[in-house]
């Protein structure tokens, strides 16, 4: 998952996916829609002289950087139909109607691809080269370019949404501060929506691999391999190996390591609602032969 090197932690996903998710926010503006408050470098004002700071031009993971282009052969848009139609079931569960929504660490927009039936979405990541592939999928949605844990728009939303990229937030420092941009981006009367992959409770080692092939003759496969070091701590690591034959049939292997936060869920809870929400738990509804995943929603009172 993420390590917080270079003074900044990239998101991702994990689980039944390569755990190189989503984690972006791109610049505002390019092929989708701007979004207020936010100036061309990804900085920002909200109101006063406030500015949010300049995000990193590359992530620590090639996966996210110059490997970012092969996402959608890795984990197809197609793949997240059925959970997003939880996401989206869960998200419309605010005493306020729904309309905006703000999605954190949104990669390369495949659960935007489903949502954005339903909503008005703001997609944000740490990764230029994931929200390139986003804007390509959904050119209609604004994107920013930042960082979870600092940034901060000068508009508010009807619902926030952080997938599986809240995994990378590798110490409570970090989850309380992505825990806080939420907050200050929903409005009164909504809701957030955190879904991790894992708790302490639910974490098992596991291997996973796939891989798709392209119409232009591209080509991907991944091998996954996650795994706890040390029970003590509150890190998860993911070994990954891709190998990648581009159109010419040229062929080149990466490997990179991963890490990732894992916490209780009493740690979850505490820190939702240090951060001001009202918390429920809520067991994710599925078709798929797994153990439903634990996420957490955090409701902001009505004024």
């Known amino acids: 998952m993420g390590s917080a090197e270079n003074g900044y932690t990239a998101v991702g996903s994990g689980g039944r996916r390569p755990c190189p998710s989503r984690y972006s926010l791109s610049q505002a503006g390019a092929t989708g829609g701007s979004v207020t408050g936010v100036l061309p470098d990804a900085s920002y004002e909200a109101g006063s002289h406030a500015r949010m700071p300049a995000v990193p031009s590359t992530v620590p993971w090639r996966f996210y ?3 970012a282009r092969w996402w959608p052969l890795v984990s197809p848009p197609d793949e997240y139909a059925d959970e997003a139609r939880e996401y989206a079931r869960l998200l419309g569960s605010a005493i306020r109607p729904v309309r905006t929504v703000l999605e954190l660490g949104s990669g390369g927009g495949h659960n935007a691809v489903h949502l954005k ?4 979405l703001t997609l944000a990541d740490v990764s230029a080269g994931m929200l390139a592939c986003s804007r390509r999928l959904n050119p209609e949605c604004a994107h920013v370019q ?13 619902a926030v949404f952080v997938h599986d990229a809240i995994d990378y937030m590798t110490t409570e420092a970090d989850l309380a501060s992505a825990m806080a941009t ?8 909504g809701l957030a929506l955190f879904a991790p992959d894992h708790t302490a409770e639910t974490f098992q080692p596991s291997t996973d691999c796939g891989g798709h092939d392209g119409p232009d003759g591209r080509g991907i496969r991944y091998l996954e391999w996650s795994y706890d070091p040390d029970p003590s701590d509150t890190q998860v690591t993911t070994e990954y190996a891709f190998i990648v034959r581009e159109a010419d049939g040229s062929v080149s292997s990466v490997a990179e390591t991963h890490v990732g936060g894992l916490f209780p869920r009493d740690t979850w809870v505490r820190l939702i609602q240090e951060a001001g929400f009202r918390v429920e738990m809520v067991a994710e509804r599925t078709s798929e032969e797994r153990t439903p995943r634990i996420f957490f929603l955090g409701h902001r009172d009505p004024l």
């Open 65 to 67: 950087d110059d490997l």
């Open 117 to 120: 039936r339903a909503f008005d």
């Open 146 to 158: 930042a960082d979870m844990r600092t940034m901060r728009l000068a508009q508010a939303f009807d």
């Open 182 to 189: 939420a907050f200050v981006h929903c409005r009164p009367g």
